[in-house]
């Protein structure tokens, strides 16, 4: 089939490789504008966008995808489908019905479950234990449109919501080949999803991502890990917020008030809710990152320092 992919982030790049390397012809991509970046905030093209043309593959950078002289673009192409992975604006349905096979979705959770634009941070911080990646036709209504076919992947303990992204991504990129392969022979055919099950999950804001050092441990470190690495759990330390990265929960050491900080020679712990957290890496204000004992020794922290939050 001839093919058109649409992704912004670098989390889109394994699928379009993928593509790129497959039986199908890539004949263009499609990914949001240049955006300003960096302390200059001068424009960088989107990861999908530089591996394209690397790839010497045509790229459509459209300011919306309803703008006539992008569809008009789009129809010169003439894609037999479009495959889809995070390109992060709102297909029109003027959109939707240029290629005859639509426009096929790579979403980061089993559908029906976490519908939106964060899977995979929601499942991580709802303590799923499984989660993985499915293929479907898009339609108006989000993420509700009929399925090709579905991955899964076992959530470790201590994953990320970064980690866990990457392995989605390498994974999905197969299972989306696999779907354009069906599609192409007619093999697979798109089936309505179930309607029990359904949950979404709205974008993670900066908000969001305080830690609450009355929760339980259990669900402290839930938070950090979904929110890992962006937007980036984050907590006050005398008024100024101060980045932490995962935590380990510590069983059977005593309580410590929820945010009070225990320092020893080798680890940081903080108290929660229940048992006490190692913090792993810290980002204090106006600094690099670092391991947690390593800025411990730099700074000199007075008994019953505490965490807000």
């Not at 790229?59 to 995808?65: A, I, M, Q, S």
């Not at 992975?85 to 029906?112: E, K, M, R, T």
């Not at 969001?208 to 009355?214: I, K, Q, R, S």
């Not at 402290?220 to 935590?247: N, Q, S």
Request: aromatic letters at 6%.
């Amino acid at each position: 089939m001839r093919v058109v992919f649409a992704g912004t982030p670098e989390v889109a790049v394994p699928a379009l490789e993928a593509i790129a390397e497959s039986g199908h012809e890539l004949v263009g991509v499609v990914t949001r504008p240049d955006a300003p970046a960096g302390r200059g905030r001068r424009l960088v093209a989107s990861p999908v966008a530089v591996r394209a043309v690397e790839l010497g593959v045509p790229v459509l950078k459209p300011d919306h995808p309803r703008d006539p002289d992008f569809q008009a673009a789009l129809r010169a192409l003439a894609p037999d489908c479009c495959p889809v992975v995070a390109y992060g604006a709102l297909l029109p349905q003027s959109a939707l019905d240029i290629p005859p096979h639509g426009w096929v979705n790579l979403h980061f959770s089993c559908l029906p479950a976490w519908r939106g634009a964060a899977p995979v941070q929601h499942s991580v911080w709802a303590g799923d234990e499984v989660t993985g990646a499915t293929t479907f036709r898009i339609v108006k209504e989000l993420d509700a449109g009929p399925v090709f076919g579905v991955m899964t992947e076992r959530i470790r303990p201590d994953a990320t919501s970064g980690d866990l992204l990457a392995r989605l991504a390498e994974g999905g990129a197969g299972l989306l080949v696999a779907t354009l392969d069906g599609i192409a022979d007619g093999s697979l055919e798109a089936r309505p999803q179930q309607a029990e099950g359904v949950s979404y999950a709205p974008k993670i804001e900066v908000a969001d991502a305080e830690v609450d050092w009355t929760e339980p441990a259990a669900a402290v470190d839930r938070r950090i890990r979904a929110c890992t690495p962006a937007p980036g759990a984050w907590t006050l330390l005398d008024g100024e917020r101060f980045k932490v990265g995962p935590v380990t929960v510590v069983s059977g050491r005593d309580r410590l008030a929820p945010g009070e900080l225990e320092v020893t020679k080798s680890a940081i712990f903080v108290g929660t809710g229940t048992d006490p957290v190692r913090l792993g890496q810290v980002k204090p204000f106006g600094k690099k990152q670092m391991d947690a004992a390593d800025w411990a020794r730099g700074v000199r922290l007075e008994p019953g320092t505490t965490f807000a939050g």
